[in-house]
C-alpha cells in the first residue's frame, strides 16, 4: 500500500456544494443527521490495475463491507461485464452503500471515480467520508483495452486543494 495517499475530506463551499454539513439533532441519545446515515465511508479511486481492489480488499479483512461496481458482473464467480449495464452496476453499488451506512457499517467503494462528480453520490449518503487514491502501475484484472485506459487517464479529475488532508 506505499502507493497509495489518504485524503480525508474537507467539504468546499463552491464545489459539491450537496455536501455542506447538516445540524445535528439528538434522538434515542444518538445524533440523528438529516438524510445522512452514520456510517464510515472509504472511496478508493483510480485507474484499472491501480491496486483499488486489493486495498479494498485488505479493508473487508479488518471488518468493513466492500462493494463496487465490478461486484454486480460477477456471477457464479466469473465476471461478465455488459457496457450496457454499467448504471445498473453502479445503482446497485449505490445502493448496497447506502444500506450498510444505514445499518452504521464501515464501508469500503472502490471504483475508478474518474470524474469528481462521480463521488457525489457516495458524499451525500454520510459525513464520514475518506477518499484514498490508488496509484499502483499493475496489470489490470478485467484486460482493459489500453486506448480506454488512456481515455480515463485523460479525464482524471485531482482531488481539488479544499480537499486537503487534515
Known amino acids: 500500500m506505499q502507493n497509495t495517499a489518504t485524503v480525508t475530506l474537507r467539504r468546499p463551499q463552491s464545489k459539491f456544494s450537496g455536501l455542506s454539513a447538516l445540524p445535528c439533532a439528538k434522538s434515542s441519545g444518538r445524533p440523528v443527521y438529516e438524510n445522512k446515515a452514520l456510517g464510515e465511508l472509504v ?5 484499472p490495475g491501480s491496486g483499488k481492489s486489493t486495498m479494498a480488499k485488505v479493508l473487508a479483512m479488518v471488518g468493513y463491507e466492500h462493494f463496487e461496481a465490478d461486484q454486480f458482473f460477477e456471477v ?19 445502493s448496497r452503500t447506502r444500506q450498510a451506512l444505514a445499518a452504521g457499517k464501515r464501508v469500503v467503494v472502490s471504483n475508478t471515480f474518474t470524474m469528481l462528480r462521480e463521488m457525489e453520490p457516495y458524499m451525500e449518503m454520510t459525513h464520514k467520508v475518506r477518499v484514498v487514491e490508488a496509484q499502483g502501475t499493475w496489470e489490470n484484472c478485467h484486460d482493459v483495452p489500453v ?13 481539488p486543494a479544499a480537499f486537503a488532508a487534515k
Open 147 to 159: 486506448e480506454v485506459l488512456e481515455r480515463m487517464a485523460l479525464r482524471w479529475e485531482t482531488l
Open 43 to 47: 472511496l478508493i479511486r483510480g485507474l
Open 76 to 94: 457464479n464467480g466469473a465476471y461478465q461485464y455488459d457496457a450496457n449495464r454499467i448504471r445498473d452496476a453502479h445503482a446497485w453499488c449505490q
